[in-house]
């Protein structure tokens, strides 16, 4: 009942900046909490961020300070602003769905989408 596209993905420098957007495909957006995982080159896929329907945010200890997530219910968005990029943060970004921000923080999630993919180089 949710499709997720992913956008905003591609080249930053060491220290640079992306916003990546998740527009979902549903008539009930805003009963839904929403967040991010990232596939680790090497490693398993790690939670990111998630925003629950009244706004409570989970960030993974790597992303505090760095990221930020938020949304807009009026455009059925979320956007993950990342800043001081490094290196490491180069992988595919999923977007996620499910029933709570917790829940997702736990890796408990029933829709993802397809994946953008970012580099950080020097």
């Known amino acids: 009942q949710v499709q997720l596209a992913e956008s905003g993905g591609g080249f930053a420098q060491d220290g640079g900046s992306l916003r990546l957007s998740c527009k979902a495909t549903t008539t009930s957006f805003s009963s839904y909490a929403i967040g991010w995982v990232r596939q680790v080159p090497g490693l398993e896929r790690r939670f990111v961020a998630a925003?629950?329907?009244?706004?409570?945010?989970y960030y993974a200890d790597f992303a505090k300070g760095r990221f930020t997530i938020s949304r807009d219910n009026t455009k059925n968005t979320v956007w993950l602003q990342m800043n001081s990029l490094k290196p490491e943060d180069s992988t595919d970004y999923y977007c996620?769905?499910?029933?709570?921000?917790?829940?997702?923080?736990?890796?408990?999630?029933?829709?993802w989408g397809q994946g953008t993919q970012v580099t950080v180089s020097n």
């Open positions: 996620i769905a499910g029933e709570s921000a917790w829940r997702l923080s736990q890796y408990q999630y029933k829709y």
């Open positions: 925003i629950g329907a009244d706004g409570t945010k």
